[in-house]
């Protein structure tokens, strides 16, 4: 279906320099970019966008990496994003993830998975939801 999906550039992308690379591979797939910024996310704002790991051993330690440094906030709209964003993404854990995925290709552990995009629909609303503001999302078409 015709969708949206929340992609965020975790610090470690962005430290990397990887942020015009994800861009870029959205973009050239045909993806619609309608929203974007560079946040260093407060705590709360994480707690609820990680909502599902809390209690996990990994929760504590993935919030103050998340929380450390900036990352770049996006929303991309298209056919399929969701699954196809995923899918361009690559597998969680980057040991896992096929080459010529972005983690594939850059990453190789799952703390420092470069970038994040939703699993669903319903999560990419409600990620959506939590990242932006109903006003900074563009409403934008060719005319060509
Ligand atoms: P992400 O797709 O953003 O969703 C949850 C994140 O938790 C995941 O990417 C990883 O960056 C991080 N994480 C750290 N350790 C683990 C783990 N053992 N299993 C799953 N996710 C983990």
């Known amino acids: ?14 430290q990397r320099g990887l942020v ?8 050239q797939r045909g993806f619609k970019l ?4 560079m946040v260093t996310p407060q705590r709360a ?12 051993k990994f929760f504590d330690p993935l919030l103050s990496y998340i929380g450390s440094g900036p990352v770049v906030a996006m929303v991309w ?7 196809v964003g995923r899918k361009m993404l690559g597998a969680t ?3 896992k993830s096929e080459p010529g995925t972005i983690r594939g290709d850059y ?10 995009g939703s699993d669903s629909d319903k999560s990419a609303k409600r990620e959506i939801d939590l990242w932006f ?10 005319f060509s």
């Open 1 to 14: 279906a015709h969708e949206r999906s929340f992609i965020m550039v975790k610090p470690d992308g962005v």
């Open 20 to 27: 015009g690379e994800i861009i870029k591979r959205f973009e």
């Open 34 to 37: 309608v929203a974007m910024k």
């Open 45 to 56: 704002l994480l707690e609820q966008h990680y909502e599902e790991h809390k209690g996990k």
């Open 77 to 83: 709209e298209g056919l399929n994003v969701v699954s």
């Open 93 to 95: 854990d980057p040991a």
């Open 107 to 116: 990453a190789i552990v799952t703390g420092r998975n470069i970038a994040h």
């Open 133 to 142: 503001r109903a006003d900074e999302l563009a409403n934008w078409t060719n």
